[in-house]
């Protein structure tokens, strides 16, 4: 096969990747290309010429001044690179055999397969290849013409590529198809930056088996190869791989697998970061191959959508579902850094559950344009962002648009809230959802009351009025946090004076940066020796000391923890960790402690605020910046600076001194997954911690949740209780105290061993979590828990080094002299050991008081104690004689209020009995009815004592009492219940529906129960009455209880309040936008009067108390309103109850209709009169004779309603 050589033929052949592309081969030229295994033939496995010969290749130009990979930030387009669906390859146009002309146009043609596609014309060595020999980018196609017979040449502006088929009608058609793909289409002659399409990552790796390295380029679902950089920005590239049956498998420090069902590819990147950063865009890239596009194609159909929202990037793949605007991956980032509560970020093509037709239907009605039409209203020129803009300008642009809401267009409403949410429930009934956009986000309150009682919020009328695009609106901006000006980013470390500079340099040992936490033990083999620098706020690493570029470095403001590990963790014996913004972990590691300190406390140094210096004395094992929130302030995150030391947890607020938060004492610690919170419940102060990054929250909550538990098997390493006594032993005895105190042998008795073991396990992991219960735990194995707790204690309650001096102390035979010593020893002791043995000795003077029944004395008791308290084999007779010692004069050793002791004795009776008669109550009658004293008009002229069954009401209740004392109910009377703090100088009317005995159980022994009428009730019921729905608003005084820190408004202050069916908005006046606090309806309760010491402005005043359901262990926050005067008190009280109750105040019949005949109880039980639970000392030892009495002088009490 001869043929003419075209003097302009510059055509591009395989050979190209290893020489010059004017060198010449000797005939018959064989390709160089990547090679399909095949059965018949063997191939290398990896790239390399048919012969093998790669010698005789010279590189031209600069290729060989190539250092390291190229960071080209939007170098240029591959046209075929962003597939309209990236499963599959684009559609084939043509193909079939064409003969096609070597290099420099030798005389031998060479027969290949091409195929043309829309984006590339590519060319193989047989019709069964995979991956290809060459490929053009019709996107740098000039011309296409026929030369010569049955010849055809494709012309670029730099190459010129010679065809030739077997008959002129073949030729034909490949010409026509060609100028039919090429015609109409823009013109590339080099890619530029600001190409439309960038890849995701590109720049040099070696492939194994060659002398030479490859420009790859990982763009969308693709990876394409290259000779070198020129070629890549002219289009002509050796192969691409589709990513949709890609596995990349790491081998080594540098090198990595691409592996696909047809070859392996074995890359070898310029260093491990590089390697780490290759293997990231290459998973991306398969994650985006095996995404579906059908949710894109469908939302890019609305033509604005095809740009993204902030930076007009195209094919954005990524969307804020409530904000209603489509971004790109870069600008996502961002979107995901406001948090859920502004932008909640979803893809269009892997949250496909995400993507219900209406929220697509609702993209496509609004589109970009009309979002921007009101988001990005007044952006400055100088302010937009574009497609090439660095991750800070898209934060900071992202942030003033979405956070601040800057660039809004405002509403002709804004800031008038009650016609702002007038508007929004009018509008949610057409079809104006971008009405309703801009509602929402100049401040209408989703969740406002519509005053319909079939249709209380916007979003239930919206789906009656069959308006499913403005549900779909309002359903995800049920929580959405507005936009607020002027705001700070609360993530932003600028409110913090700078950190001085720091510098220090040194070798260190370093791995991989991660994505997770270390959870395996690294071996020496996988940390490199690196060069590390500090200086100037950047931390960098170099291949040695001798390089003048690092690997990588990290600004000291991307780094949020520093982690100190423990020794002997790693192959090295001395590690620390370092967290980054971006989520990624660093490793380093020595054998020097010494120089592990020294690294630690200048890079803590380096990122810790000066503010928060007083962290940096701390020998913290784990230090850094966590957003959290306060139980004084829970409507906006602020940053704390957190460092742990030991079991203690030291916390720096804004504005505020450095805090101690002891962790093994916490009332409750747990983590809310779903919410990515960890809550710390301690003495006065509940702490919500923030999971906004999810690497380092989760290493800060296994690190708090391992320091919050049992450190050791010594006595001040175990969980605490606020009074220093170790929470298990805490826990028995109160079990003890409460069902085996009369226990026949207790603590002689053997438990059952497993069981036992099983107890101290579970005590031994978490003792907080474990909640000893009667039924499911028995006592003799808790007693048995606690003796073998004491048994196995290092050290010891005495500690090894006193136990000797209490033994001899117990054979002294003066007693005087004898209780003097152990007095003494008693005060030596450290603090825990001295709490845990008064709490221990006060458990056992309390049992053998029950002697009697249990068999246990001073004596017996010793026996037992004696050898587990100061762990000896029991045949030391000192050790009994002196727990003996102590039981016997424990008042006297402990100095202990001796009515204090006896008043706890007399409680411990009081549950004795009340067990007894449990046991003795026949079986017909009701179990769980406790004896509550209730008084009459007011607590002076008497009592009642009755039997509250869990199920009685407050006007069951009610009736019973008047009942028992024969009062008739008239025609308009308001008998109620009431319950009474007098410290608090508050009262409550109980709802008639409402169940007594939960009240019997939190009120303490300030508070009573008290009958008397309701003498507001009658104006309540009309007030509502005449009210269309259970709203109000307007301006009350108010204050805060003080907290233990001191903060909040601790006088009386004029705020706006809206009070609507779901919450309490406090305002800071009415002009206000946004609320200072919100509070949920259905979590308060509101008592009547104030106390005078808080010195109110007027008498009519409402002490409320907001209760949060989410903890087990609810928060508790009490503040104060005050009107100016009765009827404005009465109206927010009257509008509070409806609101709790669904407008049922008061029984529709009256309480005359409700009265029902009944059998009285019975004022004695048995032969044992049942003692009340609440109720002062003198009231419960007289509570026996009061039940036969019957002494009531019914006169007027106090009313807050008179």
Not at 162 to 168: C, G, M, P, Q, T
Not at 1068 to 1080: G, Y
Not at 1152 to 1157: E, F, G, P
Request: charged fraction near 25%; proline fraction near 4%.
């Amino acid at each position: 096969m001869l043929a003419t050589v075209n003097e302009n033929s510059n055509d591009y052949e395989e050979p190209d990747l290893f020489g010059p592309a004017g060198h010449r081969m000797n005939p018959p030229e064989r390709d160089m290309s990547l090679q399909v295994p095949n059965y018949t033939k063997k191939r290398p496995s990896s790239l390399c010429s048919d012969d093998g010969v790669l010698d005789d290749y010279e590189y031209e130009g600069s290729l060989h001044s190539q250092q390291g990979s190229f960071y080209l930030p939007n170098t240029g387009v591959l046209a075929s690179t962003m597939k309209e669906d990236t499963s599959q390859l684009s559609a084939v146009i043509k193909m079939g055999w064409l003969d096609k002309n070597p290099p420099q146009g030798a005389i031998y043609y060479q027969r290949r397969w091409v195929k043309l596609d829309a984006d590339y014309l590519r060319y193989f060595d047989t019709d069964k290849d995979v991956y290809s020999k060459g490929i053009i980018s019709t996107a740098f196609i000039t011309n296409v013409t026929t030369v010569g017979e049955l010849k055809f040449e494709v012309v670029t502006n730099n190459r010129t590529f010679i065809f030739r088929a077997e008959s002129e009608a073949e030729r034909n058609e490949w010409v026509t198809v060609l100028q039919d793909c090429t015609s109409g289409r823009q013109r590339h002659t080099v890619m530029n930056p600001g190409s439309p399409l960038a890849p995701d990552y590109q720049g040099y790796l070696e492939l194994k088996g060659l002398r030479s390295k490859l420009y790859t380029v990982v763009a969308s679902d693709k990876v394409f190869l290259y000779k070198n950089i020129d070629d890549y920005r002219i289009g002509l590239g050796i192969t691409s791989i589709e990513m949709n049956v890609g596995n990349i498998k790491v081998s080594d420090r540098r090198s990595f697998d691409l592996t696909t069902p047809y070859r392996i590819f074995s890359f070898i990147a310029e260093s491990e970061q590089m390697r780490e950063q290759w293997v990231n865009a290459m998973r991306d890239a398969i994650g985006e191959a095996l995404s579906n596009s059908e949710v894109a194609e469908r939302i890019w159909a609305e033509s604005s959508n095809s740009l993204c929202a902030d930076c007009e990037a195209p094919k954005p793949e990524w969307a804020a579902i409530n904000l209603c605007v489509v971004v790109c991956k870069q600008c996502a980032g961002e979107h995901r850094g406001l948090g859920p509560s502004i932008s909640k970020v979803r893809s269009l093509k892997m949250d496909k559950k995400v993507w219900t037709e209406e929220l697509i239907q609702l993209f496509l009605v609004i589109g970009n344009e009309r979002a921007n039409s009101f988001w990005a209203a007044n952006v400055p020129p100088s302010e937009a962002l574009l497609p090439s803009s660095c991750s800070e300008e898209r934060r900071r642009f992202i942030s003033n648009k979405y956070r601040q809401g800057k660039y809004r267009r405002y509403h002709a409403l804004y800031g008038n809230q009650r016609e702002l949410n007038h508007a929004l429930c009018i509008n949610v009934q057409c079809s104006d959802v971008l009405e309703t956009l801009s509602l929402i986000f100049c401040g209408a309150d989703v969740n406002c009351s519509t005053g319909l009682e079939s249709q209380p919020s916007p979003l239930s009328l919206a789906t009656a009025h069959s308006q499913p695009l403005q549900a779909e609106l309002l359903n995800h901006n049920l929580n959405t946090e507005l936009p607020r000006l002027e705001e700070v980013d609360a993530m932003d470390p600028e409110p913090y004076p700078l950190p001085p500079s720091v510098s220090h340099n040194g070798f260190l040992f370093k791995t991989a940066s991660m994505a997770r936490p270390v959870t395996e033990r690294k071996a020496k083999e996988e940390f490199s020796r690196r060069w590390c620098t500090l200086n100037d706020g950047v931390f960098s690493y170099y291949e040695s000391d001798k390089n003048s570029n690092p690997n990588g470095a990290l600004k000291a403001s991307e780094i949020v923890c520093l982690a100190s590990d423990n020794e002997d963790r790693h192959g090295y014996n001395n590690t620390f960790e370092i967290y980054t913004e971006s989520e990624r972990l660093y490793l380093f590691g020595t054998d020097d402690s010494e120089v592990k300190s020294q690294w630690v406390k200048s890079i803590a140094k380096a990122f810790i605020p000066v503010s928060a210096e007083p962290l940096l004395r701390l020998n913290s094992e784990r230090i850094g910046k966590l957003m959290c929130k306060d139980g004084l302030n829970l409507q906006r995150s602020k940053v704390g600076w957190f460092a742990l030391e030991g079991s203690v947890l030291h916390v720096y607020l804004e504005g505020s001194q450095v805090e101690e938060i002891h962790l093994r004492k916490l009332n409750e610690l747990s983590i809310q997954q779903d919410n990515e919170v960890m809550v710390l419940v301690g003495k006065g102060r509940t702490l919500y911690i923030e999971g906004k990054r999810k690497l380092d929250f989760s290493c800060w909550c296994a690190a708090i949740q391992a320091a919050a538990g049992s450190g050791g098997d010594r006595l001040h390493e175990q969980q605490l209780t606020e009074t220093d006594i170790p929470v298990i032993v805490d826990s028995c005895i109160n079990y003890i105290t409460q069902c085996g105190m009369v226990s026949e042998g207790i603590y002689r008795k053997s438990g059952v061993n497993s069981r036992v073991a099983a107890l101290c396990e579970r005590f031994r992991h978490d003792a907080r979590s474990l909640c000893l219960r009667e039924g499911e735990h028995q006592v003799d194995d808790v007693s048995n828990t606690l003796k073998r707790f004491f048994r196995e204690l290092k050290e010891g309650v005495f500690t090894t080094q006193d136990s000797p001096s209490w033994l001899s102390t117990a054979t002294i035979q003066d007693e005087s002299t004898k209780i003097s010593q152990y007095k003494q020893f008693l005060n030596k002791l450290p603090h825990v050991n001295k709490a845990t043995l008064q709490a221990l000795i006060e458990h056992l003077y309390c049992v053998q008081h029950f002697s009697d029944d249990n068999q246990m004395n001073n004596h017996n008791l010793a026996i037992v104690f004696g050898p587990t308290l100061f762990q000896t084999d029991g045949k030391d007779y000192a050790a009994g004689r002196a727990i003996e010692d102590l039981i016997e004069h424990y008042k006297l050793i402990f100095e202990v209020d001796e009515q204090q002791l006896n008043k706890q004795i007399k409680v411990i009776k009081v549950i004795h009995e009340m067990r007894n008669l449990k046991n003795l109550q026949p079986p017909s009658e009701r179990g769980g009815d406790f004896i509550c004293t209730v008084y009459l008009e007011e607590k002076a002229s008497g009592e009642r004592h009755v039997k509250i069954p869990g199920s009685m009401t407050a006007l069951e209740l009610t009736l019973e009492i008047l009942d028992q004392r024969n009062i008739p109910i008239k025609d308009k009377d308001y008998w109620s219940c009431w319950e009474i703090c007098c410290k608090e100088e508050m009262e409550r009317p109980l709802h008639y529906q409402e169940r007594v005995l939960p009240i019997v159980h939190s009120i303490g022994t300030e508070s009573h129960l008290l009958i008397k009428k309701h003498a507001a009730m009658e104006a309540i019921t009309l007030y509502l009455s005449s009210k269309p729905d259970a709203s109000k608003h307007g301006m009350i005084k108010f204050r805060e209880e003080r907290s233990i820190l001191g903060l909040g408004l601790t006088s009386f202050h004029e705020r706006y309040f809206i009070l609507n069916y779901n919450s309490l908005r406090m305002y800071k006046d009415v002009r206000s936008n946004r609320p200072e606090r919100e509070w949920p309806v259905k979590n308060l309760k509101v008592y009547l009067g104030i106390k005078k010491k808080l010195r109110p402005p007027t008498c009519w005043g409402l002490t409320v108390l907001y209760e949060s359901m989410k903890q087990e262990k609810p928060e508790r926050q009490q503040w104060y309103l005050c009107c100016e005067t009765q009827s404005e008190m009465r109206e927010w009280y009257a509008t509070f109850l409806s609101i709790q109750y669904d407008g049922n105040v008061w029984p529709q019949d009256g309480l005359q209709h409700k009265r029902v005949s009944r059998e009285l109880p019975d004022t004695r039980h048995g032969n044992v009169s049942l003692i009340p639970l609440r109720g002062s000392e003198n009231e419960m030892r007289n509570s026996v004779a009061a039940f036969s009495q019957d002494q009531l002088a019914v006169s007027q009490s106090t009313n807050h309603w008179e």
